[in-house]
């Protein structure tokens, strides 16, 4: 509300008000991905495709762990700090 009313009140082409949105434009999408990240701190893991297990390139049949992610089927997100 106040910053369209600064809006509405500035004189034409002044270039602080849209520097002024642009920075609350700016804010709002680093607390929006901080929340995301957050909530959600984990991304399945790209080697084993989420599954936990890693297949041998050698025997069809062989599986085992997955040495990226201990079997988990999960990594931590870049950006989710410590819990």
């Known amino acids: 509300m106040l910053l369209c009313r600064a809006y509405a009140d500035s004189a ?4 602080t008000v849209g520097a002024a949105i ?8 680093l607390i929006s991905l901080a929340h995301d ?7 399945p893991c790209r080697d084993c495709g ?9 025997r069809p049949k062989a599986s085992g762990r997955c040495q990226t992610c201990g079997g988990k089927a999960v990594r931590r997100r870049r950006g989710s700090g410590v819990q």
């Not at 989420?50 to 050698?58: D, I, K, Q, V, Y």
């Open 37 to 43: 990240r957050r909530r959600h701190p984990h991304l």
């Open 22 to 29: 642009l920075a609350v434009i700016f804010v709002g999408a």
């Open 50 to 58: 989420g599954t936990g297990r890693h297949f041998s390139a050698w």
């Open 12 to 15: 034409a082409g002044d270039p």
